[in-house]
Nanobody
Framework: QVQLVESGGGLVQAGVSLRLSCAAS????????MGWFRQAPGAEREFVAA????????YYADSVKGRFTISRDNAKNTMYLLMNSLKREDTAAYYC?????????????????????WGQGTQVTVSS
């Protein structure tokens, strides 16, 4: 079991940067594949970014590629999402997610159903 707590959301203007954090407690953090998802009102939860256990491989949605950077610090049991050049369409509740599954393919990073643990979410609102 792992508990996830997001922080760092807020109300910002378009064009600025924001960094989200996801603090994990419980089982060894480095044993989890980690991801960020977001959900806007009335929309389905969508993939944002993911990172493998060691932090050497990262994956991004096309909509955030080049603007967002996912990273993790296994010594601090924390994952981050640095969001640059924020746009109004980035407005959503952002969730961190974890999976300890051993059978994993590259396409699984993008699928919410493959993650077993979720945080409570942090709201990001971007105004123009």
């Amino acid at each position: 079991q792992v508990q996830l707590v997001e922080s760092g959301g807020g109300l910002v203007q378009a064009g600025v940067s924001l960094r989200l954090s996801c603090a994990a407690s419980g089982r060894t953090f480095s044993s989890y594949i980690m991801g960020w998802f977001r959900q806007a009102p009335g929309a389905e939860r969508e993939f944002v970014a993911a990172i493998n256990r060691s932090g050497t491989n990262t994956y991004y949605a096309d909509s955030v590629k080049g603007r967002f950077t996912i990273s993790r610090d296994n010594a601090k049991n924390t994952m981050y999402l640095l969001m640059n050049s924020l746009k109004r369409e980035d407005t959503a509740a952002y969730y961190c997610a974890a999976s300890a599954r051993t059978l994993w393919t590259s396409t699984d990073y993008y699928r919410p159903a493959k993650y077993d643990y979720w945080g409570q979410g942090t709201q990001v609102t971007v105004s123009s």
